[in-house]
């Protein structure tokens, strides 16, 4: 598939399966946790879509491979990629799926899901070793006490999976002092995520949560963790203008991070609760062109990400990747 077509099935997001347990995975990480999805492969694409029987995609086995079709036409054809833990070749582990805060878009604390040991995520990680196919290691949490507990929880994990001697990545909720302990631990990346940044809008659907202390946390991480190796996701369809989104894809290039710009995903959990639309083939197209101009103008490079969302590509139009 080319470019376009991507634009076309993540803008929708979803595709109808004829038996989901076959070829779908449960997701654990962040605002569409709790439904399965396939990950789609098709040329240099991968395209994660969730199943939904209401999708107006339909995905139908081929001789060899898939077809997804569109309004009973076929627009793409490839193979479904193996998630390795949640994704194609790496293993994402969501650590505690529960979450303090109350984002209006995340399904995280509505689930109140468990909270892994550091023995069940070593057992993970070594069972996608044995496979060989392990290349990196992405650790996300919600926030089962604190910011700070979380942390310190994680950050005694990374430093336990250090022994597999492949790139680890985090995504943590942030506070003064989390790129210390990361670095300490011997984390390669992380990730922080400002979620909507459009500033009326954030207090709406973050609130309890300081914009400021994440702009502070990642500025600190491009310095300690170095360029190319610090990222934000930035979600598109929550009400925010694409003007504001310009201003912060060239504020937050500037200061060397990576924004990663994720369409919502509207869960039924979180229905009713804040406006969310799935924004269109043609704005992914147009900002992922942006953030990708962005990203030259600094002399920021997606290709160089060892970890989490820029290796993996299924959700996004990720630049250095995708275009
Ligand atoms: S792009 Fe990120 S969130 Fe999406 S499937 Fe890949 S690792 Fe998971």
Redesign the pocket.
């Known amino acids: 598939m080319d470019l376009e077509t991507k634009a076309l099935l993540l803008s929708v997001g979803t595709v109808q399966v004829a038996k989901p347990s076959a070829g779908g995975r449960a997701s654990t990480?962040?605002p569409g946790a709790g439904g399965q999805s396939v990950f789609f492969q098709s040329g240099p694409h991968l395209a994660?879509l969730s199943i939904a029987a209401s999708s107006p995609l339909r995905l139908e086995s081929r001789e060899e491979g898939v077809a997804i079709l569109m309004d009973g036409r076929e627009i793409a054809r490839g193979r479904l990629a193996e998630p390795l833990l949640?994704?194609p070749e790496?293993a994402?582990i969501t650590v505690s799926e529960r979450c303090i805060f109350d984002c209006k878009f995340c399904a995280v604390p509505k689930l109140q899901g468990g909270i892994k040991s550091g023995q069940t995520v070593l057992q993970m990680v070594e069972e996608a070793a044995r496979t060989g196919h392990l290349r990196a290691i992405?650790l996300t949490s919600g926030v089962e006490v604190s910011p700070q507990a979380e942390a310190e929880r994680v950050a005694e994990i990374v430093a336990d999976l250090k022994r597999f001697r492949v790139p680890i990545g985090v995504s943590i909720s942030p506070f003064p002092g989390v790129n210390k302990i990361l670095k300490d631990a011997g984390a390669d990346e992380v990730k922080y995520n400002l979620e909507c940044v459009d500033p009326d809008l954030f207090l709406q659907v973050c609130p309890g949560i300081s914009y400021q202390e994440i702009m502070d946390a990642l500025q600190e991480a491009v310095a300690i963790f170095g360029k190319n190796h610090v990222f934000t996701n930035i979600i598109l369809g929550l009400g925010e203008s694409d003007e504001i989104l310009r201003i912060s894809i060239d504020e937050l290039t500037e200061m060397g991070i990576i924004p990663v710009l994720r369409a919502v995903f509207p869960h039924p959990l979180r229905a009713g609760e804040t406006w969310m639309e799935r924004p269109s083939a043609k704005r992914l197209l147009d900002l992922a062109r942006y953030l990708k101009k962005a990203l030259e103008e600094n002399i920021l490079d997606g290709s160089a990400a060892l970890t989490?969302?820029y290796r993996?590509?299924?959700?996004?139009l990720t630049p250095g990747r995708d275009l």
């Open positions: 990480a962040g994660r949640h994704c790496q994402y992405s989490g969302c993996c590509t299924g959700c996004d």
